[in-house]
């Protein structure tokens, strides 16, 4: 591969990691072509992209972020993929986790960046699997909003729709 070659394709590393805001590095020594295949179809059915990349090359794309990765660099050895997840950052966590479930501690984790939040090592996977995704969260905050509202229409359904009936049934809600 010639320097050129090699410029390209950190720019276009590059380009990828500042256009996704999630993106994790494994380390998925040990797994044959049909099992890296078979996490590849699993990651592109969850909508994550995992591309297999030199680490000299993750280093240098890395280098060209507005963002301190220096502590991601040291994970850099050996056998390194790069998943890339735009939408939900517990994406990549998930399929890891799932895959897991047919090969015992493969692939790793050794790193990951989630909204410029790194999480360097495997002790961080269960926490990261567990992420809700911002719209889980706009979910959530949606319905706690809702909730007291739903609370006051139920009660002046179950109280016949008046003032008496309402406030009977707020009174047995409290007991």
């Not at 990951?112 to 719209?135: D, M, R, V, Y």
């Given at each position: ?7 390209q ?13 999630h993106?994790y590095?494994t ?22 992209e995992?591309?297999?990349?030199k680490?000299?090359l ?16 040291g994970?850099l050895k ?7 997840s ?5 994406a ?5 986790k799932?895959y897991r ?6 692939p790793g984790?050794?790193?990951?960046s989630?909204?410029s939040a790194?999480?360097i090592?495997e002790?961080h996977?269960?926490?990261?699997s567990?992420l ?6 706009i979910?959530?905050?949606?319905s ?7 609370n006051v229409?139920s ?5 016949k729709?008046?003032?008496?009936g309402?406030?009977k049934?707020?009174?047995?809600r409290k007991n």
């Amino acid at each position: 591969m010639t320097r050129e070659e090699k410029g390209q394709i950190i720019d276009a590393l590059a380009e990828k990691f500042s256009q996704n805001n999630h993106f994790y590095i494994t380390d998925a020594s040990g797994l044959t072509v049909a099992q890296v295949n078979a996490f590849r179809k699993l990651c592109f059915n969850a909508g994550v992209e995992y591309v297999v990349y030199k680490n000299t090359l993750i280093r240098k794309a890395l280098e060209k972020q507005n963002a301190d990765y220096k502590d991601i660099f040291g994970t850099l050895k050996g056998f390194s993929g790069v998943m890339f997840s735009k939408e939900a950052g517990n994406a990549p966590a998930k399929v890891i986790k799932e895959y897991r479930k047919k090969q015992e501690g493969k692939p790793g984790l050794k790193a990951a960046s989630i909204e410029s939040a790194l999480f360097i090592g495997e002790q961080h996977l269960t926490t990261l699997s567990e992420l809700k995704s911002k719209n889980e969260l706009i979910g959530d905050v949606i319905s706690l909003l809702q909730s007291p509202a739903k609370n006051v229409l139920s009660a002046l359904l179950s109280g016949k729709q008046t003032v008496a009936g309402l406030v009977k049934a707020l009174e047995e809600r409290k007991n």
